[in-house]
């Protein structure tokens, strides 16, 4: 499958490919012509990749799960302990956000946000 097909079945721009063939995540036989032949299943991984990467997943994780599943004898329980690891990532990711969030509402108002938190605040008052 020549890259433009594979373009055409994935909805994907040629351009994406290459960059995941620069990556490691498909590879193509070079024709004498030059031309990247890719084998069939290379559309529903790339399509794996993309939904991969809406879910969250960065390329080097898809790159490193991509291979192991391909070896795990039961890939839908291995991709059910990956969504659980990655669930715990958001998590640990949403408090690390709700805390900067408060962080920075209590900065709201302050003469001087930029100031480090431990250090005095001044009233905006104070300053005019």
């Not at 209590?106 to 946000?113: H, S, Y």
């Amino acid at each position: 499958m020549l890259i433009g097909e594979l373009a055409a079945a994935t909805g994907m721009a040629r351009d994406t490919i290459r960059f995941y063939e620069k990556r490691g995540l498909v590879t193509g036989e070079r024709r004498p012509n030059g031309y990247r032949d890719f084998p069939p299943e290379t559309v529903p991984w790339l399509l794996y990749v993309r939904t991969a990467q809406t879910l969250g997943f960065s390329l080097a994780e898809i790159a490193r799960v991509g291979a192991e599943l391909r070896d795990a004898p039961d890939s839908a329980e291995r991709l059910s302990a990956l969504f659980e690891e990655k669930i715990r990532v958001v998590d640990e990711r949403m408090a690390e956000l709700a805390q900067l969030r408060a962080e920075l509402e209590a900065r709201v108002g302050d003469g001087c946000p930029l100031a480090l938190a431990s250090g005095p605040r001044r009233d905006p008052e104070e300053t005019a």
